[in-house]
């Protein structure tokens, strides 16, 4: 596994003064800390624990480092997939499967070098009146049982319905009810330790780490209270949504952990599926995003895909050279998105009476051009992504030189290690000749397996439409 350095007293490598050039400088404190470089990720959205655990080995062998899972804990019932996001308890057992599978599944991917994440659920409970969790812990909405009462939780009193009505007013983002779900205080010393006890509960299970959801409607000096409780090395990954003139950004909680760059993935679904690409070769392109070094970058996950905000599976094959040009770029610690085909926007996986049924990927390796409802993606497991993780593997530690941007087509170099170019236009062909730094040469394009000639330095080709061409060094034949 591709793993991470401590930045106390170091000198930044030459990849990461790359990725962080015009960016805002992370927290001196934050700097501080471990972080994680050249590692890849991959969102298993709505997978049990006993796929996750068989998936593991390929993961491995393919340079994934780390999987994201759904939340673990107890949730309300229902077939909708936003029902693991309301909290009944914190025991671990939910439609994915038990405790035992959830140690299981952690143990067997460490095995395989690949840590676990784990979707944690900690700014509120329920939106339900009362009800049954999965598991069969009774509730109500602001009832606990050995967890909370009603006075653990905010009432903003500053709505009609202490729901948040405006993001632009910090108090009620976060201290009013997101979507009427009951809003822990996290100030409170009662709420801090359940959650704490909760956390790491998680983490004496094997747990790397956890990806915070929601954490915008959270204080990040609460956040960070409970975060520096938790044992040294705990990787922590905030979910802030970006919105454009709020007050909560995601520069706010880099004092405690890393951030998803939202707006990144917005851009890649403009330049991809708006056919206007050369704006990603803009000097500044990341100016305005978080630092690379504390960032996850992607091109799609669970809400997005829904919301129409990034690139989905109708999407297939600009998804695809999305996820290879994410890959091949220098900025952020990129985390490949897996899902399946949804019928609405609340839809579920398919399930039995015993939670979310196994899956197997091993028969993908391509994107298709249709997908039926409640079929699984396993984008991870397209071999033009499995190639580009090798990409990145070899050329992280390089510059991204030679930038070429014509209309729909963008280009660069990982400095004398790889090349990597896209035609967006979904039917125009674009003839292009250009510098790639690599050796002269026969190359195989790991996007299609098709051969290319490095002349002179030079690569000269014909783009099909909505195609790329991806080259290492490594492979080249004299």
């Excluded at 700014?123 to 999965?134: D, E, I, L, R, V």
């Excluded at 993935?265 to 070094?293: H, L, Q």
């Excluded at 939670?355 to 391509?366: E, F, K, L, M, R």
Aim: net charge negative.
């Amino acid at each position: 596994m591709r793993f991470l350095s401590a930045l106390v007293g170091s000198v930044l490598s030459a990849a990461t003064l790359v990725g962080c050039a015009s960016q805002t400088e992370a927290p001196e404190q934050a700097q501080a800390e471990i972080r994680y470089e050249s590692l890849v990720g991959v969102q298993l959205f709505m997978w049990p624990w006993d796929s996750i655990a068989a998936e593991c080995e390929f993961l491995g062998e393919s340079g994934v480092d780390w999987v994201l899972t759904s939340p673990p804990q107890e949730h309300i019932t229902g077939a909708a997939w936003w029902t693991v996001y309301q909290p009944v308890s914190y025991k671990i057992e939910s439609r994915f499967g038990t405790r035992e599978q959830f140690a299981n599944m952690v143990a067997t991917c460490s095995e395989q070098g690949v840590d676990v994440i784990a979707d944690a659920v900690i700014n509120h409970m329920t939106a339900q009146t009362s009800g049954t969790g999965y598991a069969g812990t009774k509730f109500t909405k602001y009832e606990y049982e050995g967890l909370y009462t009603r006075e653990d939780f905010h009432n903003c009193n500053l709505t009609p319905d202490d729901s948040i009505s405006s993001y632009k007013d910090l108090a009620q983002v976060q201290t009013c009810e997101l979507l009427a779900l009951s809003d822990l205080n996290q100030k409170l010393e009662n709420v801090q330790n359940q959650i704490l006890t909760y956390l790491n509960d998680l983490l004496s299970l094997g747990v790397a780490g956890f990806r915070i959801d929601a954490a915008k409607h959270m204080a990040a000096s609460d956040l960070k209270v409970i975060i520096d409780q938790l044992p040294e090395g705990t990787r922590v990954i905030h979910e802030v949504i970006r919105g454009g003139g709020e007050p909560i950004q995601p520069e706010q909680y880099l004092d405690s952990g890393e951030v998803w760059e939202f707006d990144y993935a917005r851009n890649m679904r403009s330049y991809f599926k708006g056919e206007v690409i050369t704006p990603a070769g803009s000097a500044i392109r990341f100016r305005d995003f978080t630092p690379s070094i504390q960032t996850i970058a992607f091109v799609s996950n669970h809400d997005t895909e829904r919301n129409g905000e990034t690139l989905n599976y109708n999407d297939a094959r600009y998804f695809e050279l999305a996820t290879a040009m994410m890959l091949a770029e220098d900025y952020g610690q990129p985390m490949l998105y897996s899902s399946y085909a949804f019928r609405s926007r609340d839809a579920g996986p398919y399930e039995t009476v015993k939670g979310v049924g196994p899956i197997d990927c091993s028969g993908v390796s391509a994107p298709k051009d249709d997908y039926k409802a409640d079929e699984w993606i396993c984008q991870h497991r397209w071999q033009s992504t499995i190639n580009m993780i090798r990409f990145r593997d070899q050329a992280s530690a390089t510059p991204v030189v030679e930038k070429y941007r014509e209309r729909g087509v963008y280009g660069f170099a990982r400095d004398g290690v790889g090349y990597f170019i896209t035609n967006v236009f979904d039917t125009q062909e674009m003839r292009v000749s250009v510098p790639t730094t690599l050796p002269d040469g026969e190359y195989v394009n790991l996007i299609d397996g098709e051969k290319h000639q490095v002349v002179g330095g030079e690569l000269t080709a014909t783009l099909p439409p909505m195609s790329a061409i991806a080259l290492l060094v490594s492979e080249a034949k004299d």
